[in-house]
Each structure stands twice: as structure tokens, then as C-alpha cells.
């Protein structure tokens, strides 16, 4: 039978990496660092003891409970996580990080339904976030061998059948061949050390614009620096000319952060070319409202970003960095990339994606 399959420091950065609500006190901070060590050290019922008492003086705190999911999940108990990553969504329903480990447990006792749904609500939340778009992928996949399985326990010489059920199983089998280090979906054993909430540190920003502060670094690595096309010595102008698009993509993504951070919808929407890639799918009129609904809510919102890395091809860039973003009710810090072009003399995000 084939078996869904994720690499687990993916899912370790999507379960581990997100700092969800406002900082944490030092104390609160320490006790969270102390209960994610004793997670990578398998010390689980340590763990739970911890983070019991940690939710003791704060019952209402995300990422506490959040942990208490993943140590409920590591200890085999999978109706309690279920219970608490539950509670997640209905408390923080904006986050799609409870609904892609329910999705986990509930594929791992193989009700490949329930996860549909769960990792369906994820991208509804978060249209970017690419590891619940591969888990998706992955349940279908397993709910269409199941199927093809049936078909030919009807008809066992449905010769399409058992050609689409060939297919799934070589597709889904190359996770498993060397050279790729994967797990079956769900473990979340974190093979990288886990890093919770620090003291902010502030990020200079080269424009006029309301401070841009930067929050701390999570769990998951920054993503690899995209190396720039190679310039030849013996070309200064092709290396100048590198070195201007560089600082011109800086500075549109340093507006672009700025005009998010002072609610300025049409700057911030102007960043995004005409012929963007909407995420899901929508058109971009739709896009666009639904951008200004989230940002024309009530409170203050803070965005910024550090480790940024640019790879210039001609008029198309790739830009990695490490976003950090806060508002009334939510903290996140993300791997983010961009895909910008050079459009009328300016650069614009052509597609956005997140967890890259």
C-alpha cells in the first residue's frame, strides 16, 4: 500500500516555528524553551508535567497549548491531542497550524476524510501555507489508491484501474527512495533545535515610515541563500547594474513592509503587479478585499523582515527572507519568497509563498 509521507523538519517548522499572541514575559519565554527541549529530548511525560503546569497560571496561552498537542501526539495519545489542537482552531481560528496536525493524527488513524477537511480549512486560513498544500496532496492521493483498490476488488481486470493504481504507487513510492530523508506523515520528532520566543531586536529600515520592528527567530532554519547569477569581473557595468536592481528590489520590499505596518492598503496593494498570482486561485479583485479586510481591522499591525536574499535574473528577481508579523491578536515569524518582475521601471511581487 502506498503511505503518505513528509519530510519531518518540515513539519517540525510548521508545528514548532510559529510564536503565536503577543511576546512572552522572560520567565514564560524560559518555561516554553525548557518544555521544547525536553520534546526534542524525548522526554515526553517531563514534558507534559511541565507544560501542565505552565497552563496552570496561564490557561489561555496558544503556544503553551499548542505544545501540550505535539507532547500528547508523541506520547500516543491521539484523542486527547485531538481535543486540544480542537480547541486551537475554535479559539484562534485565523491559525493553520492546529488544522494541519489535527490533519496529521487524523491520517495517521487513517480517517483520511477528517484530514481532507482539516488541511482544507488550513489553506482557507493561510492560502500560502505549502506544507498543508502537500499534505492535501498526499491524502488524495492515498484516498485515490483506496479507491482504485475497491474498483478492482469489484473488477479485478479493470486494466485502467490498475494502470492509475500503478501510477500512484510509483509516485507516492519515490518519497521513499534514497537519497530523499523522509518520514511518514506525522512525526513531528524535532531533528533541529527549537527556539521560542526572544527579546526583540530592532531592523533598521531605509524609509520614512512607522518603525518596523523585528521579532525572533523561530525554530525552523532560514531558508538557503539563492545564490546571484555570476558577474564577471571584466563586466562592470552588468555588475552595476546587478548592484542597482538589488538595492531597488531592498527598497521596494522595505515599502512594501512599511505601507503593511501603517495600514496604507493601496501602497501596500500597489506592490503587487497587475498580472500577480493570486494564491488559491481567486481572481484579484477578490484577493484584494479580502487583503483589505484582514488589514483594516481594528489595532495596530507591525511587519519586518531580516535574512534577506536576492537572486536577480535580467528583469526577474527571487527574494527569500524571514518574516516577522504582529497585530492586536496575532504573532507569526515565516520563511517567505517572492517572485518580483520589473514592471513600468518598478519591482512587484508577481506570486508570494510561504514556509518556502
Known sequence: MTQIRLTAA?????????????????????????????????QYPQALEQVDKYLAAKPK????RFLKGIVLT?????????????????DYPELPEPYNNLAVIYAQQKQYDKAKQALEMAIRTHPSYATAHENLGDIYARLASQAYDKALQIDSSN????????????????ASRPGKTTKPIGDARPTEPVKLAEAP???PAPVAAAPVTAAPAAAAPAPAAVPAK????????????????????????DLWAAAWSRKDVKAYLAAYARDFKTPAGESRS?????RQKRIAKPGAIQVSYENLRISVDGDSATVKFRQHYKSASLKTSSNKMLLMGKRDGKWQILQERVGS
Open 230 to 253: 555570476p558577474v564577471e569581473a571584466s563586466k562592470p557595468a552588468a555588475t552595476k547594474a546587478a548592484g542597482d536592481a538589488n538595492a531597488e528590489i531592498t527598497n521596494a520590499i
Open 159 to 174: 486494466s485502467s484501474a490498475q494502470n492509475k493504481l500503478a501510477l500512484i504507487r510509483d509516485l507516492m513510492g519515490t
Open 286 to 290: 477578490a484577493w484584494d478585499a479580502e
Open 201 to 203: 531586536k530592532t531592523v
Open 74 to 90: 508523541e506520547m500516543n495519545k491521539p484523542n486527547e491531542a485531538i481535543v486540544v489542537f480542537t480547541k486551537l482552531t475554535e
Open 10 to 42: 518540515r513539519l517540525l517548522a510548521s508545528a514548532l516555528s510559529v510564536t503565536l499572541l503577543a511576546l512572552a514575559p522572560a520567565a514564560h519565554a524560559d518555561a516554553l524553551q525548557d518544555i521544547s527541549k525536553q520534546i526534542k529530548q524525548g
Open 61 to 64: 496561552d496558544a503556544q503553551g
